[in-house]
């Protein structure tokens, strides 16, 4: 799970915006479509807050975007039109870093990889699971059919939560 380096450029400038709401920066989207982009800010309620059960509102997205916006109209590191959006990063939440994962150990994800994993005919690069455990440099997987998968993170192109309705 590496970042591209336009969408860590754009993440150490927007940080700061982020945090100055009261908000914690979940994760940054860059997607360049021709002559218009598109932005995609995740943000999601500080630590502290999410002990109370504090979620974010309308309010925080909106108060994020004005800050945002202001900060990418100085630095301009975005070439042409772009689109900005700001929302939480909801029941089936990206991964960005593979540290946001630690808190999900025991619920299940889905994974696109970059190099197919399993044998033979059998050979995968989407593959979903319970999160069983991880270590600094992969993560343990169990599918619903209870095949095991040890998977390097540096092989893990995106990474999704599983909304599971209890």
Not at 13 to 31: H, K, N, R, S, T
Not at 40 to 46: G, P, S, T, V
Request: some cysteine; aromatic content about 6%.
């Amino acid at each position: 799970m590496k970042l591209s380096t336009k969408v860590a450029e754009l993440t150490r400038i927007i940080e700061p915006a982020v945090a100055a709401c009261d908000v914690a920066l979940w994760g940054v989207e860059f997607v360049p479509q021709g002559r218009r982009s598109l932005l995609r800010i995740y943000i999601e309620a500080l630590p502290e807050d999410k002990a109370q059960d504090k979620q974010v509102t309308i309010e925080d997205c909106s108060a994020v975007t004005h800050q945002v916006s202001g900060i990418l109209e100085v630095h301009d590191p975005i070439a042409g039109e772009y689109v900005l959006e700001v929302s939480s990063p909801g029941f089936d939440r990206a991964f960005f870093v593979s540290e946001q994962m630690q808190d999900y150990i025991g619920q299940t994800i889905s994974l696109r990889l970059i190099q197919a994993i399993g044998q033979g005919s059998d050979k995968r690069r989407k593959v979903t699971g319970k999160l069983e455990q991880m270590s600094e440099e992969s993560l343990n997987l169990t599918t619903n059919d209870g095949e095991q998968f040890t998977i390097a993170f540096s092989n893990i192109d995106k990474a999704n939560l599983v909304y599971e309705d209890e």
